[in-house]
């Protein structure tokens, strides 16, 4: 399988609405699939259809080999979701180390509802690798927003690689962070998981400009424009 990601003519309507439409996008394994455009242009919409949370109203889409919607639950699996708002919110009253827990006890099997001490130091290796230090007692809320965003990716791969490995990571709104540094921070370590593991990981990302991706040369990304489509 050479391809993470293929869509042809991708539908979403919502009511007399078009989120996006004749939408054409294609990824490789291992490589970095960025959906850019403004505000209500239909990237988050976009991003959760490539994640199978989402079910487009037409077109054909697979994703690692996995058809939507029809095999959706298996796409599931194999997609990380970073923390997103109104879907998986980390909780800010946690410590770094309690988040970390309790993203693990979830996704271990039902017999064993507690968190072995060199899984926690996993997580967190995971994500001071992406991040730099994050302190284990530091509460989610007082987590500076580039290392906030790093450590939700972390826990996105907890679930997924339980399960086996993780195929697709998928992080909304890199925009939300509004100093340049902060992206760029971001964009290099998303960048440096992208072909990481086996099955190398494929890293779909939405954000409203993606001009500070020109600091990377890399010719596995693809840019789908939203606002040209």
């Given at each position: 399988?050479?391809?993470?990601?293929?869509?042809h003519?991708?539908?979403l309507?919502?009511?007399s609405?078009v989120?996006?439409?004749?939408?054409d996008?294609?990824?490789?394994?291992?490589?970095?699939?960025?959906?850019?455009?403004p505000?209500?242009?239909?990237?988050?919409?976009l991003?959760l259809t490539?994640?199978g949370?989402?079910?487009?109203t037409?077109?054909k889409?697979?994703?690692?080999?996995?058809?939507?919607?029809r095999?959706?639950?298996?796409?599931?699996?194999?997609?990380?979701l970073?923390?997103?708002?109104?879907?998986?919110?980390?909780?800010?009253?946690?410590?770094v180390e309690?988040?970390?827990?309790?993203a693990?006890?979830?996704?271990?099997p039902?017999?064993?509802?507690?968190?072995?001490a060199a899984?926690?130091?996993?997580v967190?290796s995971t994500?001071?690798?992406?991040a730099?230090?994050?302190?284990?007692?530091?509460?989610?809320?007082?987590?500076?927003p580039?290392a906030?965003?790093?450590?939700?990716?972390?826990?996105?791969?907890v679930?997924?690689?339980?399960?086996g490995?993780?195929a697709v990571?998928a992080v909304?709104?890199?925009?939300?962070?509004?100093d340049?540094e902060?992206?760029?921070?971001?964009w290099?370590?998303?960048?440096?998981l992208?072909?990481?593991?086996?099955?190398?990981?494929?890293?779909?990302?939405?954000?409203?400009?993606?001009?500070?991706?020109t600091?990377?040369?890399?010719?596995?990304?693809?840019?789908?424009?939203l606002?040209?489509?």
């Amino acid at each position: 399988m050479d391809a993470a990601v293929v869509g042809h003519g991708l539908e979403l309507r919502h009511r007399s609405a078009v989120v996006f439409q004749d939408l054409d996008v294609r990824v490789g394994v291992g490589g970095m699939l960025v959906l850019a455009g403004p505000a209500r242009a239909g990237k988050t919409a976009l991003l959760l259809t490539l994640a199978g949370r989402m079910r487009a109203t037409g077109g054909k889409l697979t994703v690692s080999g996995f058809a939507l919607p029809r095999e959706a639950s298996r796409v599931r699996r194999v997609v990380a979701l970073a923390e997103l708002a109104k879907v998986n919110p980390l909780d800010d009253t946690l410590t770094v180390e309690q988040q970390a827990t309790e993203a693990i006890v979830l996704a271990a099997p039902w017999y064993r509802p507690w968190a072995r001490a060199a899984e926690i130091d996993a997580v967190l290796s995971t994500a001071r690798a992406l991040a730099g230090e994050i302190p284990a007692r530091s509460l989610i809320c007082d987590l500076d927003p580039a290392a906030r965003l790093l450590f939700g990716v972390a826990l996105a791969l907890v679930p997924a690689r339980a399960a086996g490995s993780a195929a697709v990571l998928a992080v909304d709104d890199v925009d939300l962070l509004r100093d340049v540094e902060d992206r760029r921070r971001v964009w290099a370590a998303l960048s440096s998981l992208a072909g990481s593991g086996e099955p190398p990981l494929t890293v779909i990302a939405a954000c409203q400009n993606h001009h500070e991706l020109t600091a990377i040369e890399d010719d596995r990304v693809v840019i789908v424009d939203l606002e040209r489509c």
